[in-house]
């Protein structure tokens, strides 16, 4: 502590930084210097870490296996560890990164005791920092479900917080939804509701211990449309008509929101619709080759 750097040269140490810094040193770390960044001039403090204290956040995604074989294995060629973390220290004295899990991880794994870390003093950054972070691109589930956990970390700290106040940190309304489903169906095929969802499902102006009885009503209703999709793929087969692109193909065709123009219905009543009409879809009027046609020009838009 008393080897402390601090940039710019003379200034005043605020007094939470000079405290976490007595606190790294005490948790077995070493706080090197501390810095303002250059966006916002918010304080951080640059230090080494005990990687056995260093924990990911409890709501982020889950590592990939394989971004860790690869981390790992440019870690040992280069024979260095050139990125450091971003942490913050809670409240219980743990440290959690929010961005550089994968990192943190590997680095363990090469052998590394010490993992250099950018500390925030800020443990609500860990947060807005996840909806920011790039780097591993997230495809949906990952996303669901780390918004999912956020939201429940949100939920325990503050019940009567407004859904709403986070929309920066959960991004998309959807995710919290998806979310839901996808904690209790690893499988499940979420991008198949997201042309709906995306357009219909948005923030709640409730408190989040409403708002989510709200959301469990909305992914309840998901689920059901995913039965009957499931119900019609699996009679489709039985015709004949095999194609993987089948279930999206007649959930854009049940879609109630496809002629909608001015104003879109609620979330709750939009997907009531697309339950009705998923009930009462006749599947003799599909042909393998509508399907597959469909799914070559869904193709091509993805490209382009």
């Not at 070493?30 to 709501?59: N, R, S, V």
């Not at 503050?158 to 998806?178: D, G, M, Q, W």
């Not at 690893?186 to 219909?200: M, N």
Request: proline share 6%; with cysteine; charged share 25%.
């Amino acid at each position: 502590m008393d080897d402390l750097t601090v940039f710019p040269r003379g200034a005043s140490l605020p007094a939470v930084l000079a405290q976490l810094a007595r606190q790294i040193e005490a948790d077995g770390g070493a706080a090197l210097a501390a810095y303002q960044e250059p966006i916002g001039d918010h304080w951080q403090l640059f230090a080494l870490l005990p990687g056995a204290i260093l924990k990911p956040t409890p709501f982020q995604r889950d590592l990939s296996p394989a971004h860790m074989k690869r981390l790992v294995e440019v870690m040992k060629k280069l024979d260095r560890y050139t990125e450091p973390i971003v942490a913050v220290r809670t409240e219980g004295g743990e440290y959690w990164t929010p961005n550089g899990n994968h990192r943190r991880a590997a680095a363990l794994k090469a052998g590394a005791k010490m993992i250099p870390a950018i500390v925030i003093p800020e443990p609500d950054v860990a947060y807005q920092i996840l909806a920011l972070n790039t780097e591993k691109v997230h495809n949906l589930r990952d996303k669901a479900l780390e918004v999912i956990r956020m939201y429940r970390g949100r939920l325990d700290q503050n019940p009567r917080a407004v859904e709403k106040n986070f929309a920066f940190e959960f991004e998309r309304a959807h995710f919290i939804t998806l979310g839901l489903i996808y904690e209790r169906k690893p499988r499940f095929s979420g991008g198949v509701f997201t042309p709906i969802l995306s357009r219909v499902d948005v923030f709640l102006a409730e408190q989040l211990k409403e708002a989510m009885a709200d959301r469990e009503e909305r992914a309840a209703q998901v689920e059901q449309a995913d039965a009957l999709l499931n119900d019609l793929v699996a009679a489709g087969r039985k015709r004949g008509i095999v194609h993987p692109y089948l279930k999206n193909y007649i959930a854009a065709r049940c879609n109630p929101l496809t002629r909608t123009r001015k104003s879109l219905p609620s979330c709750k009543s939009a997907l009531a619709s697309f339950c009705k009409a998923l009930g009462q879809f006749d599947l003799a009027k599909v042909h393998f080759g509508e399907v597959r046609t469909a799914a070559a020009i869904a193709a091509a838009a993805t490209e382009a």
